[in-house]
């Protein structure tokens, strides 16, 4: 019986060995794209005061290429440009331009997709997350709406860490 079971497991295991290992999803939608909309949130200031920031204006471009193998094809580079005059910002930040900012990240199988970006200047940093689920909502194949949750943080040489958390929802605005 030991040698039937142990036969039994040998073959199962040659089985699964030759066949390998299963293809990946197809990617569920592309990217690629235009998008504008809001964020929203509330500030984290360094004084540990908070502002509710009503729904600001943010524009996002993405760029992927489906046709690459897996996992290149769940690759997702693009730009978020961000507008801050919904904010009224620490006396000790100037008024900040609407910042264009680089970002890259993955699309999941189940359309959960995650961005992300740190730059720095001499004196400055941004850090910004975008982390949420896009939708193809006519079935095109390409993302129409995404949405989630939101962050960002300004970091100024000698001051305390400044940011904004809260969410997001942006449409397509290219037809394709």
Same mark, same amino acid.
């Given at each position: 019986?030991?040698?039937?079971?142990?036969?039994?497991?040998?073959?199962?295991?040659?089985?699964?060995?030759?066949?390998?290992?299963?293809?990946?999803?197809?990617?569920?939608?592309?990217?690629?794209?235009?998008?504008? =909309? %809001?964020?929203?949130? +509330?500030?984290?200031?360094? *004084?540990?005061?908070?502002?509710?920031?009503?729904?600001?204006?943010? #524009? &996002?471009?993405?760029?992927?290429?489906?046709?690459?193998?897996?996992?290149?094809?769940?690759?997702?580079? =693009? %730009?978020?440009?961000? +507008?801050?005059?919904?904010? *009224?910002?620490?006396?000790?930040?100037?008024?900040?331009?609407?910042? #264009? &900012?680089?970002?890259?990240?993955?699309?999941?199988?189940?359309?959960?997709?995650?961005?992300?970006?740190? =730059?720095?200047?001499?004196?400055?940093?941004?850090?910004?997350?975008?982390?949420?689920?896009?939708?193809?909502?006519?079935?095109?194949?390409?993302?129409?709406?995404?949405?989630?949750?939101?962050?960002?943080?300004?970091?100024?040489?000698?001051?305390?860490?400044?940011?904004?958390?809260?969410?997001?929802?942006?449409?397509?605005?290219?037809?394709?």
């Amino acid at each position: 019986m030991y040698r039937t079971i142990s036969a039994a497991v040998c073959l199962l295991a040659a089985s699964v060995l030759a066949a390998g290992c299963p293809p990946p999803p197809p990617v569920l939608f592309d990217t690629t794209g235009a998008y504008a =909309g %809001t964020w929203q949130g +509330n500030t984290n200031e360094p *004084e540990g005061e908070q502002q509710e920031v009503p729904a600001c204006p943010l #524009t &996002i471009t993405l760029e992927q290429d489906i046709t690459k193998p897996f996992p290149q094809d769940r690759s997702v580079k =693009g %730009t978020v440009e961000i +507008n801050y005059e919904c904010i *009224e910002l620490p006396e000790w930040i100037e008024e900040l331009p609407n910042n #264009t &900012i680089q970002v890259s990240g993955i699309l999941g199988d189940e359309g959960g997709l995650a961005l992300f970006s740190g =730059g720095c200047t001499t004196a400055l940093c941004l850090v910004v997350t975008l982390a949420g689920a896009g939708e193809d909502l006519d079935a095109d194949g390409f993302m129409d709406s995404y949405s989630g949750d939101w962050s960002f943080i300004i970091l100024l040489a000698g001051v305390q860490p400044f940011g904004v958390a809260g969410t997001f929802e942006v449409n397509a605005v290219d037809a394709r």
